[in-house]
């Protein structure tokens, strides 16, 4: 970890509801309780829950953010969609845009260069997904992928402050696998390369767990992680932010 920060960010995609809020309490508590660590607590729940959430968590440090946002920042006729001006006005501070779910569902990185436009100009903070397939990977291609999706999902944004990258190789999301150290190391070292002038906060997600969040934590350049559906459990969430900063 080499950031003043360590980030630990929950995606909980599609679950939750109003009672699933009460489990957050012994993250609150554990939250309050951390003196000694900075930590970076950011829960990204689905839509109806980020109002009653950041309520919540109003008097705490723990913040909220978004699983996506639509590409215009002005209102429209756009049925079913949010935008990111709606997000930050109901508590978000962060918004989850590029993730490969989407990604599969045909987003393309034109569309997500838009969207994070959109996200920086009501000022959202943006967790930008980033990441290859297995036949990708199989084939020698990550850093060509990747390269790609930075490339053409920062394109014409020169402030890149708000912008935190996540590094989530899709065939690992789900599946219980992680990359290995010496492979990891050196995607982590790539994406790092990307950027020039002021490197990003960079965080690893796919199928991080209290079994290999230690293992996790000794890659350098590696700020946090995002986490998904560890993280719908506050026990488990919690053993993850403990064999982290231990």
Known sequence: MTNKYMYFVANWKMFGD???LNSLDKVIKFSKN????????????PNTLIRPLS????????EVGAQ????????????????????????????ILGHSENRQLGETDNLINLKIKSAIKSGLKIIFCIGETLKERRQKKTNQILKRQIEKGLKSIKNKSKIIIAYEPVWSIG???????????????YIKSRFIKKYPIILYGGS?????AEKLKKIPNINGFLIGGASQNSKKFIDIIQKTIN
């Open 208 to 212: 991080v767990n209290s079994n290999n």
């Open 175 to 189: 599946t219980g696998v992680i990359p290995k150290e010496a492979a990891l190391t050196e995607t982590i070292s």
């Open 18 to 20: 109003l009672r699933t």
């Open 55 to 62: 309520r919540r968590l109003k008097k705490t440090k723990i």
């Open 68 to 95: 996506n946002c639509h590409h215009s920042y002005d209102y429209g006729a756009h049925t079913g969609q949010v935008n990111s001006t709606m997000l930050k006005n109901v508590g978000a501070k962060y918004v």
């Open 34 to 45: 951390n003196k000694k660590n900075k930590l970076k607590i950011v829960y990204c729940p």
